[in-house]
Structure formats: structure tokens, C-alpha cells
Nanobody, 123 residues
Framework: QVQLVESGGGSVQAGGSLRLSCAAS????????MGWIRQAPGQEREGVAT????????FYSDSVKGRFTISQDNAKNTLYLQMNSLKPDDTAMYYC????????????????WGQGTQVTVSS
């Protein structure tokens, strides 16, 4: 059973930084992808970033490219999202997700999700 537990959310002012973490366990795919997805109130879910198991292949949405960095520590089974230069539009619930390799680049759906961690950016 895949379990994903996010942490690190909070409230910051515009221009600030946060680092989200996701502790993962119970991997089921021999090749997989992990990613971050966010959802703001009243809006559709938005894919933020994905990373391949090796960490060599990353994908970012245009809205966060150059400001966010996705990474993972395989020894700790932990996924990270470093968020810099935060904007009020980044306010959302952020979810860690796990899926097959096809999910990288958001080419396919992620099948497992965490409970989410709230990020609030004030102007």
C-alpha cells in the first residue's frame, strides 16, 4: 500500500520561500514517477512538477518554471519541492503523488495521492 505524507506548508509573504516534503512508502511500480499537484479553491487541479526515479528528468508547469525545484532523496524515500519567489497565485493545497512512469510530464494520471499541505502566499 502506497502511503504519501506531505509536510512543510504554511503562510508566507510574496517573494518568500517554502520547502515541501513528502515521505513515501509502499512503492508498487518497478518504474515510477513522483510529482506535485496543487489545487486552489474553486479551481481545477494543476500539475506543478514531476521527477523520474533517477532525478535526471524533471518537468515543470510554465507557471512555476524557474521558481520551483523538484527533487528526491531515494535513501530517505522523500520527495521535495523547493518553492522560491512565491506569488499569491501559488496559494493552494499541494499534493504529493505517485504513479507509473507514464505519469511523468503529466502524460498520464497519478494513482496515489497524499492528504495535501496548504500553502498560503499573501501580498
Amino acid at each position: 500500500q502506497v502511503q504519501l505524507v506531505e509536510s512543510g506548508g504554511g503562510s508566507v509573504q510574496a517573494g518568500g520561500s517554502l520547502r515541501l516534503s513528502c515521505a513515501a512508502s509502499g512503492y508498487t511500480y518497478s518504474t515510477y514517477c513522483m510529482g506535485w499537484i496543487r489545487q486552489a479553491p474553486g479551481q481545477e487541479r494543476e500539475g506543478v512538477a514531476t521527477v523520474s526515479p533517477s532525478g535526471r528528468h524533471t518537468f515543470y508547469s510554465d507557471s512555476v518554471k524557474g521558481r520551483f525545484t523538484i527533487s528526491q532523496d531515494n535513501a530517505k524515500n522523500t520527495l521535495y519541492l523547493q518553492m522560491n519567489s512565491l506569488k499569491p497565485d501559488d496559494t493552494a493545497m499541494y499534493y504529493c503523488a505517485y504513479g507509473s512512469s507514464a505519469a511523468c510530464g503529466f502524460r498520464a494520471d497519478f494513482y496515489y495521492w497524499g492528504q495535501g499541505t496548504q500553502v498560503t502566499v499573501s501580498s
